[in-house]
């Protein structure tokens, strides 16, 4: 089964309002010369998701966090109805900026993507392990444990909706990336795991994309092995130039 690969741009809290709007813009005009199909989505700050939807063309807008709740005293949450209001199509739950330094848990994250799904919104679930976690052996059982509770109580239905993200926390804007090698193991077994839990065809169809300083010179190799389907991109998505060069990596795989 062919997979239309995406490259995910997360800007993170960086850039202003207008500088947001001329990136998406600088973007979605380097869409038009891709070699071949590729989902492009934009995680602006919250303030300027409306800004960029648009400025986002044939783009996609997604938020980089989204509350558990649907509305109500949760002062600064933003629900998923709004983040729709907003013009988004996605939403990003459990970056590891979000487990490690806001003490997230795989079963906030499970609300999160509820809450996003049920509102009609597609999720980037990201899962990945530490550095201690990997040089303990553990980096199957994390990355597998993150999957299953981060998606428990979701209905089967949905998950033609939700797209994965391997991120290694020690990859995640260190410079220091996972061989293409490393990725590819990972990915490998996230889809079975997707497989055991679900089913083959679910397995054949998911998403998987890597993050972790993934820049125009590793692109390539990485989005070469068959179960990296995109890229997730912290750092270098903060400039057309460079990030359209991922995309184009990403777009003739
Ligand atoms: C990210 O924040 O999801 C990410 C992968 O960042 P970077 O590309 O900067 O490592």
Redesign the pocket.
């Known amino acids: 089964m062919t997979r239309k690969p995406m490259v ?1 741009g ?1 800007w ?1 809290m960086n850039l202003d309002h207008a500088a947001c709007q001329e990136l998406a813009a600088d973007v979605d005009r380097g869409r038009a010369l891709l070699e071949g199909p590729c989902d492009i989505v934009f995680f602006p700050p919250h303030p300027y998701l409306r800004s960029v939807a648009s400025h986002r063309g044939g783009c996609m807008l997604g938020a980089q966090d989204v509350s558990g709740h649907e509305a109500g005293a949760h002062t600064g949450d933003v629900s998923a109805s709004m983040l729709v209001d907003c013009g988004c199509q996605m939403a ?1 739950v459990g ?3 979000r487990r490690h330094g806001h003490g997230e848990t795989s079963r906030e994250v499970a609300a999160k993507a509820a809450a996003a799904l049920n509102a009609g919104l597609r999720v980037l679930l ?1 899962v990945g392990e530490t550095s201690e976690e990997r040089a303990e052996g553990k980096t199957a059982e994390i990355v597998c444990g993150q999957f299953v509770e981060s998606l428990t109580g979701i209905d089967f239905d949905a998950l033609e909706r939700i797209d994965l ?1 391997y ?1 290694p926390v020690w ?5 220091q ?1 996972a061989s293409p090698e490393q990725a590819q193991e990972v990915h490998e077994l996230l889809r079975a795991e997707v497989g055991s839990r679900y089913d083959a065809r679910s397995a054949a169809r998911m998403r998987i994309l890597y ?5 125009p010179s590793n692109a390539a190799e990485l989005m070469a092995c068959s179960d990296i389907d995109g ?7 903060l400039e057309a130039g460079p990030f359209l060069e991922i995309v184009r990596a990403a777009a003739r795989t």
């Open positions: 995910g997360n993170k990003l970056h590891s900026e990201c993200a991120e990859a995640i804007g260190t410079g990336t993050g972790g300083s993934v820049t890229a997730l991109v912290g750092g270098a998505s």
